[in-house]
Nanobody, 121 residues
Framework: QLQLVESGGGLVQPGGSLRLSCAAS????????AGWFGQAPGKEREEISC????????NYAASVKGRFTISRDNAKNLVYLEMNSLKPEDTAVYYC??????????????WGQGTQVTVSS
């Protein structure tokens, strides 16, 4: 069974940067698209970004476009989310997921346990 483990979260000041990592085990990650989702306190989990299985196609939520970059290293079974120019409203638990495809309502194959990102001065 595919297992995903996120790391790299933490406390950062507004304008700062973080790089989240998602390590996959159990199955070969490059069979799947991969996504990052964020869940702020009291809100529903929402998709932040998605990357195709090959890495050739990416998409982003409007709120993070131009600030966040998703990437993957299939040889290492890793997915990344580079987060720049962070804002307090980016504060959330960030989850990595393996998906069938990057579509509007993706089928989730597996979730990670989440990593907390807090943006505050």
């Amino acid at each position: 069974q595919l297992q995903l483990v996120e790391s790299g979260g933490g406390l950062v000041q507004p304008g700062g940067s973080l790089r989240l990592s998602c390590a996959a085990s159990g199955l070969i990650l490059d069979y799947y698209a991969a996504g990052w989702f964020g869940q702020a306190p009291g809100k529903e989990r929402e998709e932040i970004s998605c990357i195709s299985s090959s890495g050739g196609s990416t998409n982003y939520a409007a709120s993070v476009k131009g600030r966040f970059t998703i990437s993957r290293d299939n040889a290492k079974n890793l997915v990344y989310l580079e987060m720049n120019s962070l804002k307090p409203e980016d504060t959330a638990v960030y989850y990595c997921a393996a998906l069938r495809l990057c579509v509007l309502h993706p089928v989730i194959v597996s979730w990670g346990q989440g990593t907390q990102v807090t943006v505050s001065s």
